[in-house]
């Protein structure tokens, strides 16, 4: 398991660069990760990720239709603020696992 160093702390992430333990995750975390793929975080951003993050706790499934249907952003709210893959790049910022939905 690869160790990649990400806002000053050492974490463990997969080929693909997902966190492998979401207990490693903190907020300076998610903002390196998120700029390196080119977006700047919002209090809404964190909406999200929160919510992803609670529903993979509760080991949920991550869809895009189940986030749109959150009611904490809609389908088109979340490829606003994730584009280009918004359950990939979202699931990468939040510190999960890459959802089994994602290609």
């Known amino acids: 398991m690869p160790v990649k160093t990400i ?3 050492e974490v463990n992430v997969s080929e693909d660069g997902y966190l ?6 903190n907020e ?3 903002k390196e990760i998120a700029s390196e793929i080119g977006i700047e975080l919002t209090p809404k951003h964190f909406e999200v990720i929160n919510y992803l993050r609670e529903k993979t706790a509760a ?3 991550l869809t895009i239709r189940g986030v749109g249907k ?8 979340l490829y606003k603020l994730f584009p280009k893959g918004p359950l990939k ?3 990468k910022i939040a510190g999960i696992p890459k959802p ?4």
């Open 7 to 9: 806002a000053g702390k």
């Open 20 to 25: 492998e333990d979401m207990n490693q995750w």
């Open 28 to 30: 300076d975390i998610a």
């Open 59 to 61: 080991k949920e499934a």
């Open 70 to 77: 959150s009611g904490v952003v809609d389908i088109k709210g």
């Open 89 to 91: 790049f979202s699931s």
């Open 100 to 103: 089994t939905s994602c290609i």
